[in-house]
């Protein structure tokens, strides 16, 4: 957990986070929230975080999101020293596919 980041507005911010049960539900709330750039370039980002974690490269990342190599290196650098909150929602949603293909 990042401490810059730690305080009490956004331990409220994140409890409505939790709260929402659908996507669309989601939508909503963000479309609320955030403006339209700032949904899209969060988007973009987990999308880039995605694509690097398979170990794409990133010639095919920029073709495939239009996401500049600033914002990919960025991406990357929190892939292999942050708080591995990317991991965690692959891991989780992996395991939802499975469990889902089970049923």
């Known amino acids: 957990m990042n401490p810059k980041i730690k305080n ?3 331990d409220i911010l994140f409890k409505a986070i939790l709260s929402l049960r659908t996507v669309d539900e989601c939508y909503s709330f963000f479309d ?7 949904i899209k370039a969060m988007a973009q980002r987990y999308v880039v975080a995605k694509m690097l974690s398979e170990g794409e490269i990133y ?3 920029v073709e ?3 996401a500049s190599t600033a914002t990919i290196s960025r991406v990357n650098r929190s892939l292999n020293y942050g708080s591995d909150g990317y991991m965690l929602t692959f891991n989780r949603i992996d395991d939802e596919g499975e469990e889902q293909g089970q049923s």
Do not use: A
Request: charged share 30%.
């Open 8 to 10: 009490e507005n956004t």
């Open 32 to 38: 609320d929230l955030c403006t339209v750039p700032e």
């Open 59 to 61: 010639s095919r990342i």
């Open 64 to 66: 495939k999101t239009g």
